[in-house]
Structure formats: C-alpha cells, structure tokens
C-alpha cells in the first residue's frame, strides 16, 4: 500500500510557534548528530524546510541536515476520553 505525502503549503515559523513549539530539531544524515536550535530570532514568514539546506553539522560540517519541529516541546493535548496515556 503505497502512501500519501502532505501536498499542502509548507509549515512556516508562525504556524509552529501557534502550535506551541519554539526551536527546531536538527539531524545529520550522515554522522546521525542531533541538535536543537532555537528560531525566536527568525522571521515567521520562513518554511521550517527551507533551513535544512543551510544547516551545517558541528560534529562532521557537512552541509543540510534535516530539520523538523521540536515535537518534544509541544504541549500535551487533553484527551477526547478524559484518560492520560501513560
């Protein structure tokens, strides 16, 4: 079963910091180093995606990495049942 990718506009910093996230988190496809950044400071205009090519790894300075949103600084939702997921 073959699936569907997203074909909508990409997120921007605005649509993220909406949903409560504040830095990007950042992977080297290549020496599997991670980081996160913190993007306060950058217009929220700018596509997430678009500083994955500008990236450049501390560990082995290669140039684009992948950067998604911090998801571990989003906050928890209330469950539709009322019960926590442990």
Known sequence: MQTTRYR???????????????????????????????????DESIAVL????????????IIGTDVRPNRSERPQSESLTGKQWQ
């Open 50 to 61: 678009s500083f994955g090519p500008r990236t450049l790894c501390s560990c082995c300075g």
């Open 8 to 42: 909508g506009p990409p997120m921007t910093l605005a649509n993220k910091r909406h949903n409560g996230m504040r830095s990007l988190a950042v992977r080297c496809e290549l020496c599997h180093h991670e980081a996160v950044i913190n993007v306060d400071g950058y």
